[in-house]
């Protein structure tokens, strides 16, 4: 068996082949390193480090023991870092942020479990617009949004929802009646716009710069927020790809609703920034994904 001390100065002495800055990384005296490594060359019967007035060399056996003991100190590690990590309740206050009521019934699901596993720990929630969901993540306002992928430049959680696309349109308007459409409509009649804060790649998903066909897509006026979506589609300034939830949740006398055939699916999932990463976020994110739809 070796001791900790024994295989902390082993591996610190084969990365810096340097007694001196190896005692110093370790907080021991030079002569205690040199006393754990001949009692362990003692031990094994050989040399494991070949030593001049002027360098530091493993021997090859040194180099095995050395590539056979990191993978096994490293476990040990990660157990005890896995322990603590168990052990500790997060404590706190959470920030999560939504678009979009899809997104809301999610993230009342986690928060509920979250709530009971971990009773110390607050979850802050916030709606958030399709102009400012993003926006207010990068700026560090929130901890995680659940939002419409894709979103780069962050840290993406599991799936929680994946519906098909609807096509909102006037009740009166040419499309609105039929059993589907395919995007390539969108060359005919102009579309609402996503405003300009959203992902780009966020935008392009959900509407192409041209047709399959590759005629250019209508572009019709922005829009701010989903009410504010809708309401141009229902005075009819242009139609808008939504979510399938949007027809049992956004329910309108003056918007209909026409399944999409050759759309991609609408993917949502917790975001959030790497750097922002906690333990509480990480229990959150679990909570998130056994409670998803």
């Known amino acids: 068996m070796l001791e900790r001390t024994e295989w902390e100065v082993v591996l610190t002495l084969a990365e810096e082949l340097h007694f001196g800055r190896t005692a110093e990384r370790l907080h021991l005296a030079p002569s205690q390193v040199s006393r754990v490594v001949k009692s362990l060359e003692r031990r094994v019967g050989a040399a494991l480090f070949v030593r001049s007035s002027r360098s530091v060399a493993l021997t090859s056996i040194g180099a095995r023991l050395v590539r056979d003991l990191a993978p096994h100190v490293r476990g040990i590690e990660d157990a005890v870092r896995n322990a603590m990590e168990s052990g500790r309740s997060p404590r706190g206050t959470l920030r999560v942020a939504f678009v979009g009521a899809a997104a809301g019934q ?19 929630i916030h709606e958030a617009q399709v102009h400012d969901g993003v926006p207010r993540l990068l ?36 499309l609105a009646g039929r059993r589907s459409v395919t995007r390539e409509v969108y060359g005919d009649h102009p579309v609402v716009r996503l405003p300009d804060t959203m992902p780009e790649e966020s935008r392009l998903h959900r509407v192409p710069a041209e047709t399959p066909a590759g005629r250019p897509v209508r572009r019709g006026p922005q829009g701010s927020t989903f009410a504010e979506i809708l309401t141009l589609v229902a005075s009819g300034q242009g139609v808008f790809p939504v979510g399938e939830h949007a027809a049992r949740f956004y329910p309108r006398p003056d918007v209909s609703y026409v399944p999409v055939a050759d759309a991609p699916p609408v993917d949502w999932a917790p975001v959030w920034l790497e750097t922002n990463e906690s333990g509480a976020l990480r229990a959150f994110v679990e909570c998130a994904a056994e409670t998803a739809s």
């Open 106 to 124: 999610q993230l009342l699901k986690a928060a509920a479990l979250f709530g009971g596993r971990h009773p110390g720990c607050e979850v802050r």
């Open 139 to 174: 700026a560090g306002e929130v901890d995680v949004l659940i939002t419409v992928l894709p979103v780069r430049g962050v840290r993406v959680g599991p799936v929680l929802l994946s519906e098909p696309q609807l096509l909102a349109v006037p009740p009166r308007h040419p």
